[in-house]
Each structure stands twice: as C-alpha cells, then as structure tokens.
C-alpha cells in the first residue's frame, strides 16, 4: 500500500524544478506510505514518477519504487495484488524476477499482456507505467474504485496523484464544480470523474488511460452485467458464494505482516473476521470504536459477540467530542473532500487505534451494494408489490414482485415510518428512475440552508438517469438490480474514499474481500429473488453465512453504522465549534450556503440526520483547501 504521484510533459519540454516539485507532490501524500519513497525522472526531465511505500509485501530494499523493470519500462504502483504469486509462476519463463514484490508481477503482465495486464490482475490498484518504445504514460485503477487516481491537464503537462491535495499546487486557480457541488448537496457524493475541484479528475473505477504526445486516451476495461442465470438452483447459487467468499478472504489474506479486521459491529466485518479466522488457524485482532456519552450509539456488544464467535482479540475505543474536536480538521485534510456521512471521523479514530498494533486490517465494505443491505431497497420494493398487483403485472416475465414476498418484511418498516411518509407523499407508481431518485434525494432536508440559485441542478436527475436506466448494464424491469447497480456505481466509490483516506491518513492497509471482482461478478448473476428473497436485506449472505454470524447480529433491525451522536454534540458540547465555523467571516462570502439558516435549523434535526455535518463538512473543506490556497501555491516554484 502506498501512495504515487508524477508528472509528464507530452511535448518533451523540460519541467522547470521537476524534482522539487515532485518532492512537494510526495510529501503532501506521505502519510499514506511512511516506511519509504522514492523518485525517477527521465533524461529528457519531462517525465518525472515518485513513490511513498508502505510494506506489506516484500519488505526488502528489492521491492522500493518507481521500479525499473528489465525492458526498462518504469512503474509507481499503489496497491496489492493478490494472485501475485501465480502471476509469477505463469511469467517466470519469460521474465528474470529480482524481487519477490507484487510490483514487479504487474511489470512482468505489462511486458507479457500490454495495456491488457489489466484483466490480470485480482486486487485492488492504482498504477502508471512509463512505457519506454512507445513514449506513453499508462495509468489504470482497479474495477471498484478502492485504491484512488486523480488527474489534472495543465496545458502540455499531465499530473497525477493518489490524493487530489497533490495537485492542488500547479492549479492556476482554485474553483468548485458547480455540478459536482449540486451532486454532492443531492445524494452526498459526486457521481462521474469530476471532483469538487474544478479541472481535477478522477479516474474511474474499471478504467484506464493511455497519455501520449496527442493527449489523453481514456477507456473502461471492465464492467458489471447483470446477465441473471435463471436456470440453477437456489442451492447452487448458496454453494459458489460460499466457495468464493473463503476464497477471497484466502487471498487477501496474503501478507509478509500480521493481519487484523475492523469490527463494527454489522454482518459484513462480523463475516471477514470469522472467515479470517478460520483461514489463519489463530486469534485475529479486531478493531472498534464506540460512543459511551449518550443512550443508543455504542455497538460494542455486537463488536464483543463478533469477536468471541472468531475466538479474536477485541481492541474497543471510546470516541468522545473531545476526541472530534482534537481531530476534525485532520479527517477533512486527509479525506480530500467533504463527506456527508459523519463515519468517516470514527473510522479515522478506529484506524489509528488499529495502526498502533499492525499495518493491515480486512473490512466489510460493499456487502450492502452487492447483496442489498439498505432499507431504501425495502420501501421500493413495497412499492412496486403494490403497482404490479394493481397493475395485474407481477408475473411479468422472471422479474415478480407479489405482496406475498414482502409480508414477512413488513414488520421492519415500522422502524422507516418517516421515511416511508415522505416517499409516498407524493408521486407514488412514477417510473421508477424518478422514483429510486427520490429515495437517493438527500436535498430536502436543506431547502433553506443552499442557495440554490447559485447551484447547478439541471445535469443532476439526467446523469442519473444514465447510469440508473443503463441497459447494456441491467434489465428494464429488475428494479432491485438497478437499485443495487445505481448505488454500486456511484455510492460504493465514496464509501471508498473513506475507506482509502481514514485507513491511509494512519499508514494502515484496509483490504475489502467482499469486492472481489470473482464475487461480485457471480453476485450480479444471481435471481433477485434468492438475494433479496421475501424482501430480506442481505437474504443470499445471511443464509449461506448463518453460521459465521453472531444471532444476534442476524436477527437486529436497527444496524446504522458508525452511529455518532451529533445532533446531541452539536445541542451542547460542540456548538460553540460549529457556530463559529459556520459565522465565520470567509464562510459569509461564500455563494452556496445561508449560514443563517444553518444555524437557526441546527438543533431542529432528526437524531441521526445528517444535514449539520454535511454542511459543516463542506465548510470546513472550503477552509482547508480554498482559503489556504495560496499555501498550497506556495510550495512550489
């Protein structure tokens, strides 16, 4: 694991101070590999590649980068590739090994396979190779998104970065994408390769780029298709999902350093620990955070029920406000942008309590994508019973939804009354693009605090639409796989982020053995019937892992994930803190918000809305990145 970042002029001219620049980019993503770094820069110094390292595989002097391969093509790699060893058995023929890292493993696919290494590959990455014939520049990320690349053309010069903060320095000016901005205030992400920074991209999960003396060369090598195999049984849909899930969680286990999990307390890290070990034959360490302060946010029970099913060393730490106001404006610098979701500050703790005793923990990041895990999906597929039944459409074709699927589930809705309230209030038995936005539409909650005037909304519901109705992707009439498809394109990558930046903010590995393209490949083959079977979250997981999991974590109702109590926080001890960021007088001049409203709606919330924190996260942001500008301009000359 590590970080990367370069620079390359495509007309060959020589960039002026190209090694202090290329220090500046290493020392602003320096905390994501504290154990080295490394630079390279070619004769002509229009090309210039530098690496930070975290060692996981391979810890000798051998595996460091930028590393020169034997065709003396150049790679700066983040990242871990799993079947590393059996690439290397397959290649050693045809290719001298002086390392036994995982990086010369991609080298060796490159000058084997071409840009084609690629489909390869099983892991999670972020790579750009230096390809010396062809004077070309190939960048790729992995099919998930878990590992980060951003990019930004600057006239001639191309810049890339595992964290946008590194480019931050060669923009001639620092603006907000007002699209992204509309994005970010409607579903609490942005969607697509723009970012909030105007004119810095990302590169898109599944996606490469090929950067010659004609520009930039973008394409996707890989994709997800709900191509559903109606002809098996629901026993051997049960039988490969438990023969592929020990078989991820085998690889990723795949390290030269000790190994922990993340346990939150939810199905997914409860499953990754007792999978893990199992595999390893030993006691796995475990990581948690919790809140003691207020009644209805510590999960540690769970956590503790997890760890003694997995006979593993629980490690549980108390967060306070405290602790928030010590380390918010670190969560926010490392983070790269604002996030909604207030998860990210107990992950940010919880990873550096796990970094104090190892450099690598497994998480349950994409259960919920994958196999369904919201209740939104729930309340939508209530829906759709009701239509097709009035409809006389629920035997249409293999797709049926009947009232009687759902009736064991109704129970579980009395805990989304609200929600349900607000969704059926108006434009029941729409399409259900329109629909499923709806239910993704977290802008109602802030009609007064944005101006939105000063926001672009036009583009939002349309790129929506694109992803959502896509049908080269998903059939028109399977609305579960197109929820669950939505929310895995764009969802799943910004919970990524956290993931990547909380975990490597700490020079801590986070590994996802759920998102195994081998799973979710096979979980996008399977009837929605058997995984979302009766309108049960995660049915298929549950069934075949019913073992593995605590009862009682089976049987709960009320997971919410990283619960934090701000709204009480934001009542009492961190009021003062949020008044005076959101008075401030920067924050004033700024076009998007009505601090005046923010403050006059903030104790009025629900208990666990999110509003406040989004808000307050994107102010803060602003602080760091916009109005220290100049700062970041500075470091370069």
Not at 28 to 39: N, Q, S, Y
Not at 595 to 622: C, H, P, Q
Request: proline share 3%.
């Amino acid at each position: 694991m590590c970080g990367i970042a370069g620079i390359y002029n495509i007309k060959k001219n020589q960039i002026r101070n190209i090694n202090q620049k290329l220090d500046v980019m290493s020392k602003l993503i320096e905390h994501r590999g504290p154990d080295g770094k490394g630079t390279w820069v070619n004769d002509f110094k229009n090309l210039g590649l530098a690496h930070r390292r975290l060692s996981i595989i391979d810890l000798s002097e051998s595996a460091s980068q930028p590393m020169i391969g034997n065709d003396r093509n150049v790679i700066t790699y983040n990242g871990e590739i799993y079947n590393y060893k059996e690439i290397r058995d397959s290649l050693k023929t045809t290719w001298k090994f002086r390392s036994q890292s995982d990086t010369e493993c991609i080298l060796a696919a490159y000058s084997k396979y071409g840009m084609e290494c690629v489909n390869h590959l099983r892991g999670m990455f972020a790579f750009t190779i230096w390809d010396q014939k062809s004077n070309s520049l190939f960048c790729s990320r992995d099919r998930f998104g878990i590992k980060p690349l951003y990019y930004c053309m600057l006239g001639e010069t191309f810049y890339f970065a595992s964290e946008a903060k590194a480019l931050i320095p060669f923009l001639n000016e620092i603006r907000t994408n007002k699209t992204a901005l509309a994005e970010y205030f409607t579903f609490q992400y942005s969607i697509g390769e723009k970012t909030l920074f105007s004119g810095i991209k990302q590169l898109l999960p599944g996606h490469s780029i090929l950067v010659t003396e004609d520009g930039i060369k973008t394409w996707r090598y890989w994709d997800v298709s709900y191509n559903v195999e109606w002809d098996h049984t629901e026993n051997y849909f049960h039988a490969k999902l438990e023969e592929l899930l020990y078989d991820s969680v085998k690889y990723h286990l795949r390290s030269d350093v000790e190994v922990g999990s993340y346990v939150s307390g939810g199905i997914d890290s409860s499953l990754m620990l007792n999978l893990a070990s199992k595999e390893k034959g030993k006691k796995i360490k475990g990581f948690h955070g919790r809140f003691t302060e207020y009644l209805g946010y510590d999960e540690s029970k769970y956590a503790i029920a997890a760890s003694d099913l997995a006979d593993g060393e629980l490690h549980v730490l108390d967060i306070t406000s405290d602790d928030f106001l010590k380390n918010i404006n670190k969560v926010i610098y490392h983070l790269d942008f604002p996030v909604a979701g207030p998860g990210s500050f107990p992950q940010f703790m919880v990873s550096q309590l796990a970094s104090k005793y190892l450099k690598v923990v497994l998480g349950g990041q994409g259960g919920d994508e994958i196999f369904g895990g919201y209740a939104r999906y729930v309340i939508a597929y209530l829906e759709q019973c009701l239509n097709a039944a009035i409809e006389g459409t629920y035997k249409n074709g293999n797709f049926i939804v009947t009232l009687e699927s759902i009736v064991p589930n109704l129970d579980l809705l009395k805990e989304y009354k609200p929600l349900i309230k607000e969704f059926w209030r108006k434009g029941l038995f729409e399409n259900m693009d329109k629909r499923y936005f709806r239910l993704a539409d977290r802008s109602v909650d802030i009609t007064d605090e944005v101006n939105w005037n000063e926001i672009n909304t036009n583009k939002v519901f349309e790129d929506f639409k694109l992803i959502f109705n896509n049908e080269a992707n998903v059939s028109k009439e399977a609305y579960f796989d197109k929820m669950t498809h939505f929310d895995f394109k764009c969802l799943l990558p910004a919970l990524l982020q956290v993931e990547d930046r909380m975990s490597m903010a700490n020079g801590l590995e986070s590994r996802v053995p759920l998102l195994d393209h081998k799973i979710v490949e096979f979980a996008a083959s399977v009837p929605a019937d058997i995984k979302f079977k009766d309108g049960k979250m995660k049915f298929l997981l549950k069934k075949v892992f019913n073992n593995e999991i605590p009862k009682e974590i089976l049987s709960r109702r009320d997971k919410m994930g990283f619960p934090v109590p701000l709204k009480e926080w934001f009542n009492s001890s961190l009021k003062e803190f949020a008044n005076d960021n959101f008075q401030n007088m920067s924050m004033k001049k700024r076009p998007y918000l009505n601090s005046d409203a923010v403050i006059k709606n903030m104790g009025k919330e629900a208990k666990f809305s999110r509003k406040t924190w989004g808000l307050l996260s994107l102010e803060l942001w602003y602080q760091e990145f916009h109005d220290k500008f100049s700062f970041y301009k500075n470091l370069v000359k």
